[in-house]
């Protein structure tokens, strides 16, 4: 490593890869280059009410925290169902109308 080189979160270099660090498959590229990620923001938050969940979600991603797989699922339903729309209920209405009197 440089001696220049600037250190992200993790302790790795900041443009680091996921597959120089570990053995990877069929990753997006948001997986690969974790540094692209800016992470949500921060605005100051009343320190009584932080969660863990807010701590964990305010840190930026290192590739230390990424998947090392990715296994996309098939749009083929949604798909399908955006060119014809979505099914309608034709069944024969058997309820009483209610009175408004």
Known sequence: ?????QLGPGGVPVN????????TQD???????PYVFKGYGQK???PMYTTEAS??????????????CFHAKSQKFSDHLGKCGMPRNFSLNTSVDKSIV
């Open 1 to 5: 490593m440089d001696a220049s080189q």
């Open 16 to 23: 680091a890869r996921t597959s120089e660090y570990y053995r």
């Open 27 to 33: 990753l997006p590229h948001r997986f690969e280059h």
């Open 44 to 46: 100051q938050q009343n």
């Open 55 to 68: 701590k964990y979600g305010s840190k930026v991603p290192s590739v230390h925290a990424m998947p090392l």
